[in-house]
Each structure stands twice: as structure tokens, then as C-alpha cells.
């Protein structure tokens, strides 16, 4: 690279190339961050959704394997109600898209877009939390009353903390927003914050279908 110093600035993903200036590459004119797989934080969501994709898999695995060998399943003898778990599916499955809005937004740069779906995201955050809290009521089971009461509690508790934790965050960044000035890696941190919200709806799926139907099939 030769003895001068390289210099490095914020810049949008537009900018133009770099350019060699004598025995010095200058990447002043280069983006301090990117999008989607051009991020960081886009690989260690990657990760972190592998990781846990695979956790609730072998949780899947463990219900169906105990459900298999067990005399009487459910070993309570009853099965979870229906009514809290449906809801959660079609709030859950409604609140992709404010994700979606917020996370075309923050690609976009567009900070007063981002504020307003970044508050209805949390509002959907809340409303599922709070549903969340009457699942685990009308599950019928505790969670030491044998081994389909801890499967179940197990798999829905999983499931939860990811809810909450990303809840948590959205709040976060939605406080960041109002910092001055909002840089753009904090749009790189909202985006991919949306993306691993889509984790959290996808798993939810086979989590409903196995909770709620594994016992009535």
C-alpha cells in the first residue's frame, strides 16, 4: 500500500469507485456500509438463525419422538385450546408487513418512513407479547407435569424469547432514530433487524402446527 495513510468516510452505496492514486488505493469515495449480504450483521443473523432454525428442529424431533414412545399423549390428558395460539398466528403473520414497509425504508434511507412502521411494528410487538402471555395459560399443562407438558412449554418458551428479544430491539432502534445525525450503518441495523423478524414469523408456523395439532392428530 506503499507509506501514506488511507482515509476512510461515510458515503451512500451510489458512490463512485475506488481509484488507485499512485502506489495508494484510495477508498474514500467507497461506502462505510452496505445492504444485505454486503453487511456484517447480515452474515451474524444468518448465523443466529441457522443456530436456532436447527435448536427448533431437534425440538420438533424430541416432541414427535416422546409423542411415539409415550402410552397416552398427552400424558395431562388435555390438549391446548385453540383460541390464543390462532390469534397469534394471524397477528403474527400480519405484522410482515410494516416489517416489510420498515425494512424498505431503511434501504431507502427514509427516516420519517421508518419512524411510522417502526412504531406499528412495535405496537404488533406488544399486541403478540400480550397474546403470547395467554398461550402459555391455556396450554392446559404445566410445564413439570411430565413430558409432554415440557416439550410443549419448552418449544413455546423458545419461541418466546426470540418474540421478546426482538420486540426489545425494534424499541431500541426506534429510540435511535431521533439521534442526530441517523447514520447509515443504524439503517443497515434496522433492515436486518427486520429480516430476522421474518425468522421469527416463518417458525412460527411449524411451531403452531406442532403445539396445537400434535396432540389432536
Keep these: 500500500m506503499g507509506g501514506r495513510a488511507v482515509t476512510r468516510r461515510e458515503a451512500t452505496p451510489a458512490s463512485v469507485p475506488a481509484v488507485r492514486k499512485g502506489d495508494a488505493l484510495d477508498v474514500s469515495g467507497l461506502p462505510s456500509y452496505g445492504f444485505a449480504h454486503r453487511s456484517l450483521m447480515w452474515w451474524g443473523n444468518a448465523g443466529m438463525m441457522t443456530i436456532e432454525g436447527v435448536a427448533f428442529g431437534f425440538m420438533i424431533v424430541i416432541y414427535f419422538y416422546l409423542r411415539d414412545i409415550a402410552r397416552v399423549w398427552p400424558d395431562s390428558g388435555r390438549v391446548p385450546a385453540l383460541l390464543f395460539g390462532t390469534i397469534n398466528l394471524g397477528v403474527i403473520l400480519a405484522s410482515a408487513w410494516p416489517n416489510y414497509l420498515a425494512q424498505k425504508a431503511a434501504q431507502d434511507r427514509s427516516l420519517l418512513r421508518v419512524r411510522l412502521w417502526l412504531y406499528v411494528c412495535s405496537l404488533f410487538g406488544i399486541a403478540l407479547c400480550a397474546v403470547r402471555w395467554f398461550e ?5 399443562v404445566r410445564w413439570d407435569d411430565g413430558a409432554y407438558g415440557s416439550v410443549v412449554w419448552v418449544l413455546l418458551g423458545l419461541h418466546s424469547f426470540n418474540l421478546v428479544t426482538d420486540v426489545l430491539d425494534t424499541f431500541v432502534l426506534t429510540a ?6 441517523v447514520e447509515g450503518k443504524r439503517y443497515v441495523d434496522i433492515a436486518e433487524n427486520c ?13 403452531y402446527a406442532v403445539i396445537y395439532f400434535g396432540a389432536r392428530i
Design 136 to 140: 402459555f395459560t391455556a396450554l392446559n
Design 176 to 181: 435511535v432514530t431521533y439521534s442526530k445525525p
Design 195 to 207: 429480516g430476522y423478524w421474518y425468522f421469527v414469523v416463518l417458525t412460527w408456523l411449524p411451531i
